[in-house]
């Protein structure tokens, strides 16, 4: 079955490491995009790549890295200089075709607990 | 700038009876709308889309959503409340206008089903 898969669902790392968050899709979606999630905030968008070797940042890309060296893959890394990186981490991919309309597939997600 | 507001953080409801979540939207164009369900600890799933062909939009597991222009809005509704419906809501808007196809989300409604 085509998909998102995130891993590690769950993720621990002392305040100061990097951290690489996974997001593979095989649902040949063009777009790509990560979300943050903080209760009671709803997602608040980090980055997003519409094509491989591009990325555009999001509204809160601070402290925050990606790449989109292949199609399928468009992995995070919080940087040390993310000043609040504990959060609940959404990959997502879109087709592309009629980019306003288009839905979002979403994965189910990394918690990262940073201490 | 695009904008959404769920009116009520927290919505409770008795099993069986008739589920509103409230959604209000600010764009500059007509826009696309959308709602989204997220399970705890899981990605999010869309319920349902608007894309201007039909005013009332039908969805998965027996919501539908009705756009109102004049009032600016996108509710969710649902005849009668399944146990299985308690999960948090997302609404969110996709502005054409806007120069970008990023979805705006709201910050959630999070159902409780009363048995």
């Known amino acids: 079955d085509g998909g998102i898969t995130q891993s590690p669902k769950y993720l621990f790392r002392k305040e100061g490491q990097n951290v690489t968050l996974s997001c593979e899709q095989n649902?040949?979606?063009?777009?790509m995009y990560w979300y943050r999630q903080d209760p009671g905030q709803g997602l608040r968008l980090i980055y997003y790549?519409?094509?491989?070797?591009?990325?555009q940042k999001g509204d809160i890309a601070e402290g925050y890295s990606v790449s989109r060296e292949k199609k399928e893959s468009f992995p995070l890394t919080v940087t040390s200089a993310q000043k609040n990186p504990t959060a609940f981490y959404l990959c997502?991919?879109?087709?592309?075709?009629?980019?306003?309309?288009?839905?979002?597939?979403f994965g189910n997600g990394t918690r990262l607990t940073v201490t | 700038a695009q904008s959404v507001t769920q009116l009520g953080s927290h919505v409770s409801v008795s099993e069986g009876a008739l589920v509103l979540l409230r959604c209000n939207y600010s764009?500059?164009?007509?826009?696309?709308l959308f709602w989204y369900v997220q399970y705890p600890n899981q990605g999010l799933q869309l319920l349902l889309k608007?894309?201007?062909?039909?005013?009332l939009v039908k969805g998965i597991n027996g919501f539908e959503a009705e756009f109102k222009k004049s009032e600016t809005s996108f509710h969710l509704t649902k005849p009668s409340a399944h146990m299985s419906d308690a999960a948090e809501y997302f609404c969110?808007?996709?502005?054409?206008?806007?120069?970008?196809?990023?979805?705006?989300f709201g910050k959630g409604t999070k159902l409780s089903v009363i048995p």
């Open positions: 969110a808007v996709s502005d054409p206008g806007a120069g970008s196809y990023q979805l705006t």
């Open positions: 997502a991919s879109s087709s592309g075709e009629g980019y306003y309309n288009s839905p979002l597939h």
């Open positions: 764009s500059s164009v007509p826009p696309y």
């Open positions: 608007y894309t201007s062909a039909a005013t």
């Open positions: 790549s519409q094509i491989v070797n591009d990325f």
């Open positions: 649902l040949n979606h063009d777009a």
